[in-house]
């Protein structure tokens, strides 16, 4: 018995899942027009940081560079400069360019190009941090400890100049060689401590195979299946991301920056909340642990238990797998005049009741153009799909569908007393309140939720436009979201069945992820070509076996495996 003959590309049209899922790349003209005319509203009051050496770290090829770092160390802890794009100041809120905007959500990413949240002269030319180029920015200042905890911090407008683009790959050689770039230089003390930090909180991070579709240079129209490589450097570089995000939540929560005493005014904010797994959820998890007999003492919380795992072991893609099923029902929440006490890193206080709504939706990602974190155990092309606006941001989740306000029934913010609580507004994945805020070229909500922090850190009201867009936005995000994971597990379906087309009957070496269960069927991973499918027949949970492909058809954009061969 033979194993199949390796696939190496196959010819796939990506243009019927445009047209399935409605995605227009074409701008309308007068949008285009106020993209091409824009200009920085607040231009005569920015400070001039452009003595900071900023550099990037993006995706190679990327043109949208929304974030821009420098991180040293201090003779206290850390110091963290994150620049971002000022979208705020050159998106006229009443004008065509933001009407679109709003109707757009984020950007979406297909393997043969993008359909952007703003027109390419906006997001990849005028507004995007390219190197050598003076851009108006949301400029973050972080100081935190020796832990990396975040001790003050604020947000402002400059402008600011990159230095450098740099990529993954180029930031890990660079650490393994010891030669980092000066800006970064601390980044991988300041990553490893964050990384840290976010296990005693709680945090739960997935490593999950990221199936990626990239061009074959060596057969025109080909494209290949690839799992695509995850560094530590872009560990390191998502929490400043992250970082960043919790901070914006306090800052929205307290009403002012940094450690200061907590307001007692209005609320207002736009959160990115997940609610905590069920109970039986982590039972059932436990058991399948001990079934693959795997350690995991009473008192060690998942994110160490996961953190801990073999990555080339079977057993820890089958736990990791069944741990996409903790992370459920993220969504956006809203707060809008809602008054109350402050809140730190892990939790709040109690608030009066109303002004609270949520908008909850499946979140193929927090940031990148590749999944990642907490947030993204569907990221790009993982085992439970969905998509993610970027690497640096990258907290997606399998969040079940749902929106309401309240007043309006359904789930809100509250709990049965009307107060809300503080797993009502935290990112259970997290282990903190967090909201988005690095990735406004790509990602609307990150717009708004920005320019309430800058309001908060002036002592300025937040603009009328940007409370009137709350809910809208939350559920522009819901919307797009939904959009954005079932584009992105259709390119992958389809890629899978045109590249297994051809090769009925074929035998493949393969690791079970889930046994069947009832009318479900088993599901098994491949990694040569990297695919993911369903397997009828019983084969055991967590093993390495032998599988036959049933049926792969591209028209359906399904396939399947047998058991045994």
Not at 36 to 46: E, P, Q, V, Y
Not at 127 to 152: G, K, M
Not at 393 to 409: F, H, I, K, L, Q
Request: charged letters at 20%; hydrophobic letters at 40%; one cysteine or more.
């Amino acid at each position: 018995m033979e194993l199949h003959q390796r696939i190496v590309s196959a010819p796939v049209d990506f243009g019927a899942i445009r047209s399935e899922f409605g995605l227009a790349s074409a701008y309308p003209a007068a949008a285009t027009a106020a993209a091409r005319d824009a200009i920085d509203a607040f231009a005569g009051t920015r400070a001039d940081r452009t003595d900071i050496p900023f550099v990037t770290i993006d995706p190679p090829g990327a043109m949208d560079l929304d974030q821009a770092v420098h991180i040293e160390r201090t003779s206290s802890g850390f110091t963290v400069h994150y620049a971002i794009a000022d979208v705020g100041a050159v998106v006229d809120p009443a004008g065509p360019l933001a009407q679109e905007a709003g109707g757009r959500g984020q950007t979406f990413y297909l393997p043969d190009g993008i359909v952007p949240l703003h027109p390419p002269i906006l997001s990849e030319n005028s507004a995007s941090l390219l190197p050598d180029q003076t851009r108006p920015a949301a400029l973050w200042t972080i100081e935190c400890d020796e832990n990396a905890e975040p001790q003050r911090f604020s947000v402002t407008r400059a402008t600011v100049r990159s230095r450098a683009r740099l990529d993954y790959a180029s930031v890990q050689a660079d650490a393994d060689a010891n030669r980092p770039h000066p800006s970064i230089a601390a980044l991988p003390e300041f990553g490893k401590r964050r990384i840290e930090a976010g296990l005693a909180r709680g945090a739960i991070g997935l490593r999950l195979p990221a199936q990626s579709i990239i061009r074959d240079d060596k057969a025109v129209g080909h494209w290949r299946l690839v799992v695509e490589p995850r560094t530590a450097a872009d560990d390191w570089n998502e929490q400043i991301s992250l970082l960043t995000g919790m901070c914006a939540a306090q800052i929205m929560l307290n009403g002012n920056g940094s450690n200061g005493a907590p307001s007692v005014g209005e609320r207002i904010a736009l959160l990115r909340t997940m609610p905590p797994p069920i109970v039986s959820a982590i039972d059932s998890m436990r058991r399948t642990a001990a079934a693959l007999g795997v350690a995991w003492p009473a008192e060690q919380s998942v994110g160490r238990m996961l953190a801990g795992l073999d990555p080339n072991a079977p057993a820890t893609l089958v736990l990791m797998s069944e741990a996409t099923g903790l992370l459920r029902g993220a969504g956006y929440t809203v707060l809008d005049g809602v008054a109350g006490a402050g809140v730190n890193g892990s939790g709040v206080g109690a608030q009066s009741a109303g002004g609270a709504r949520a908008a909850g939706g499946a979140e193929l990602d927090v940031d990148s153009r590749s999944g990642g974190y907490a947030e993204s155990p569907g990221g790009a092309g993982s085992l439970d799909g969905g998509g993610s606006p970027d690497r640096s941001d990258s907290v997606g989740d399998t969040g079940a569908p749902g929106s309401t306000r309240a007043g309006g029934g359904g789930r809100t913010a509250k709990s049965a007393s009307g107060a809300q609580t503080a797993n009502n507004l935290q990112h259970s994945a997290i282990g903190a309140p967090y909201a988005h805020v690095t990735a406004p070229l790509r990602r609307l909500a990150d717009r708004f939720a920005t320019e309430i922090c800058l309001a908060r850190c002036a002592g300025t009201e937040v603009p009328q436009w940007v409370r009137d867009g709350l809910v809208p936005t939350a559920e522009s995000m819901k919307r797009s979201d939904s959009i954005a994971g079932k584009v992105e597990r259709a390119c992958i379906d389809l890629t899978e069945a045109t590249l297994l087309a051809e090769r009925g009957g074929a035998i493949f070496e393969a690791v079970v992820v889930r046994d069947a269960n009832g009318t479900r069927p088993a599901e098994v991973f491949i990694a040569d070509p990297p695919v993911v499918g369903p397997c009828v027949g019983a084969p055991p949970e967590g093993e390495q076996v032998q599988v036959r492909l049933v049926a792969a058809d591209p028209t359906t954009r399904k396939i399947s495996f047998g058991y045994p061969v």
